[in-house]
């Protein structure tokens, strides 16, 4: 039962890395339930990058690293936060503090529908991007969490599904190969857990794949409003429920 949950979760993180970063907010339950919240960022963190490592090469045409730079800087200002976060705040404070993260980053996406122009202007400065690679600095370290985050900043900036995608899998890739230290230093990375990770390998791969597949034939309006809505639900998820 243990290891269907877990290949579940797997599969979800690959899906999740294709585009419809939402649903890794399943993985972060079923993980969570499984291993306990701390326990389960390192389990789940060699997960995420075989998925990178996946995602990378399927989306490299799209993007370039010029994107991914201006964003790596303020995530690492968040990411040394949530390092000391981690070790003040407990588990329901740490999903909530996220959850509102989200929220209000999902609420400015909705917000910029009705003020396109002014919303887009902001969206293109260097305030705004700190402001959200920090942010999303914090969440990964917490509950690697930030891709509804980092999806919600793309779009903002008005940036096509493929290219979206392409940017997102050269930041997480990088930022995660960077947590790797972090998850071994807290001893939440072992000998043991990298063998489960490998065994549930398979799964992320059918997950990237088959989100891949989804992502190519739904129209960028449609993948908007999934973006936003999945993002909306995690929200409401970490904070209420």
Same mark, same amino acid.
């Given at each position: 039962?243990?290891? &269907?949950? !877990?290949?579940?979760?797997? *599969?979800?993180?690959?899906?999740?890395?294709?585009? *419809?970063?939402?649903? &890794?907010?399943?993985?972060? @339950?079923?993980?969570?339930?499984?291993?306990?919240?701390? %326990?389960?960022?390192?389990?789940?963190?060699?997960?995420?990058? +075989?998925?990178?490592?996946?995602?990378?090469?399927?989306?490299?045409?799209?993007?370039?690293?010029?994107?991914?730079?201006?964003?790596?800087?303020? !995530?690492?200002?968040?990411?040394?936060?949530? =390092? =000391? =976060?981690?070790?003040?705040?407990? $588990?329901?404070?740490?999903?909530?503090?996220?959850?509102?993260?989200?929220?209000?980053?999902? &609420?400015?996406?909705?917000?910029?529908?009705?003020?396109?122009?002014?919303?887009?202007?902001?969206? /293109?400065?260097?305030?705004?991007?700190?402001? *959200?690679?920090?942010? #999303?600095?914090?969440?990964?370290?917490?509950?690697?969490?930030? #891709?509804? +985050?980092?999806?919600?900043?793309?779009?903002?900036?008005?940036?096509?599904?493929? %290219?979206?995608?392409?940017?997102?899998?050269?930041? @997480?890739?990088?930022? $995660?190969?960077?947590?790797?230290?972090?998850?071994?230093?807290? $001893?939440?990375?072992?000998?043991?857990?990298?063998?489960? /990770?490998?065994?549930?390998?398979?799964?992320? !791969?059918? #997950?990237? @794949?088959?989100?891949?597949?989804?992502?190519?034939? +739904?129209?960028?309006?449609? @993948?908007?409003?999934?973006? =936003? #809505?999945?993002?909306?639900?995690?929200?409401?998820?970490?904070?209420?429920?």
């Amino acid at each position: 039962m243990i290891w &269907s949950l !877990a290949a579940v979760a797997a *599969f979800c993180i690959g899906v999740s890395k294709a585009g *419809f970063s939402g649903i &890794s907010l399943i993985s972060v @339950f079923i993980l969570a339930d499984i291993f306990g919240a701390k %326990e389960s960022l390192g389990f789940a963190l060699p997960m995420l990058i +075989i998925a990178d490592l996946l995602v990378y090469p399927a989306f490299r045409k799209y993007a370039c690293w010029k994107s991914v730079w201006l964003l790596t800087w303020p !995530a690492l200002i968040g990411m040394a936060v949530g =390092v =000391v =976060v981690l070790d003040h705040v407990d $588990n329901p404070t740490m999903a909530r503090i996220i959850g509102a993260i989200i929220l209000l980053m999902a &609420s400015l996406q909705l917000i910029g529908k009705y003020y396109p122009d002014g919303f887009y202007k902001l969206a /293109n400065t260097k305030k705004f991007g700190f402001f *959200f690679g920090s942010t #999303g600095g914090v969440a990964t370290v917490l509950a690697n969490a930030a #891709g509804p +985050i980092m999806q919600i900043y793309m779009l903002s900036r008005r940036m096509d599904k493929m %290219e979206l995608i392409g940017v997102g899998a050269r930041f @997480f890739l990088v930022i $995660n190969i960077l947590k790797l230290p972090l998850g071994a230093g807290l $001893n939440l990375i072992s000998g043991q857990t990298l063998l489960a /990770n490998l065994i549930l390998a398979p799964a992320i !791969a059918l #997950g990237v @794949f088959g989100g891949k597949i989804v992502l190519t034939r +739904i129209p960028q309006k449609v @993948f908007e409003l999934t973006v =936003v #809505g999945f993002a909306l639900l995690a929200g409401i998820k970490l904070c209420f429920f």
